[in-house]
């Protein structure tokens, strides 16, 4: 599962990416962020962004979006800076 939202007309934000524990380790998540990423070309943005934990459970979602060119970010839209969220961003 996963949502693209509109942050402006040229920015989006990824958000609820999540695969069921069913089909983890099995390349769904990277065609899935592959598809969003395509949507969001398709919808014109040029900045894609996300947030995600901080927490060990974590650190392999922080990995897909890092191979897929995404970097530690500032807080963005209404999110504020906290220990417990990582944000992410990447030009598209």
């Known amino acids: 599962v996963g949502a693209l939202k ?3 007309v040229t920015e989006g934000e990824i ?3 999540r695969t069921s524990s069913n089909y983890l380790r099995q390349g769904i ?3 899935l962020l592959t598809h969003i990423i395509e949507q969001a ?3 014109g943005y040029k900045k894609l962004s996300l947030e995600t934990g901080t927490a060990e459970a974590f650190l ?3 990995k897909l979006y890092t191979q ?3 970097k530690e970010c500032e ?3 209404d999110y504020e800076l906290d220990p417990y969220s990582l944000f992410m961003s990447k030009s598209v």
């Open 6 to 8: 509109a942050l402006n």
């Open 15 to 17: 958000k609820s990416m």
């Open 29 to 31: 998540a990277a065609k």
């Open 41 to 43: 070309t398709l919808r």
């Open 60 to 62: 392999p979602a922080q």
């Open 68 to 70: 897929f060119g995404f």
């Open 75 to 77: 807080p963005f839209g």
